[in-house]
């Protein structure tokens, strides 16, 4: 009887525990020899993200690598391939596939795949070879049962023999490696819990790369902006955008202020250049602003939600005007970027509210 391999694809940015137990049920229920990690190229994973607000959460290859190794080490029948690591071109199952067997050329092996990706199996690159040479194994949930879908498609219900059935482990609802990052990114409890403790102790020399950043404040982000027209009270006056209640803080009389209260944000830093300033202004700009961030996300409350929604990331009002002061200049790099930091002590200040 041909020895039986066990392969698992994927991204495993980071691995889990419910990879590791997935693997092990397999290679238990199939009676199977060995079970072989594969994880996905840099590129390959940088592509399938690229649409995702949070692609830069990809570690590198070295990093899932030493993961996937620190995690098979508890059990002599675990492995890890990286052939996809030195492919140039595009990588696919199927050549994936065809580096394990010629590194077991006598071994039947059998590719684990989500049941939820039946519909699209057989549209996957060479599937017929693929099922000439290799078998499939899908995994049942308690929502979905993929043999029903098998019989559906008109060409796998010609090859149902080569396709195996396995059942989801138990008491992993919600671990996922996409779970493990938004916790991470959000500052959440319960990301330590969904891995193993060696994948857990290296995670943390890349944790940075689940710090995620929001450098411009445009878009779904433009109401951290202080042009974003929501109107805020200040000192007696309320104005429509905390660009004009700033501005107008410049002005030594309330009524040079009280003008501010009708314009429009571009206006209002129009206006505000060419007023007299106060004379301790440099000293007071920052304190003024903090206050002005606060007002607005407490006077707003759907505004507050929306600054909580941010999490953990960081804030930066990156720029192309060369504002190094309330920002960063987004060609070098460099600026305090205190608008950004007004803005993370307020989120604290409101979260600590909600504790």
Known sequence: MREKIVVMGGSFNPPTIAHQRLMLGAVETLGAARGIFVPSSHAYVSAKMRRDKHRNEVLPEEARLRMLLAMAADD?????????????ERSYTYESMEAVQEKYPEAELYFVAGGDKTAVISRWHRIREFLERFRIVLVRRDDYEPEAELRQNPFLSGHLDRFSMIEAPAGLDGVSSSAVREKLREGLPGAEAMLHPAVWAILQEYAGAYRMKIEMFRGEYQFLSNFYEAPVEYRGLRYGSNEAAFQAQKCLTEEERREFTLLRPSDSKKRGSSVQLRPDWEEVKAGIMEELVRAK?????????????????????GNSWNDTFWGVDLKTGEGRNELGKALMKVRAELAARQV
């Open 76 to 88: 002599p029948r675990l492995e890890v391939e990286d052939c996809e690591f030195h492919r140039a």
């Open 297 to 317: 996300f407490t006077q707003n409350e759907e505004l507050g939600r929306l600054l909580l929604a941010t999490g953990k990331s960081e804030l930066i009002e």
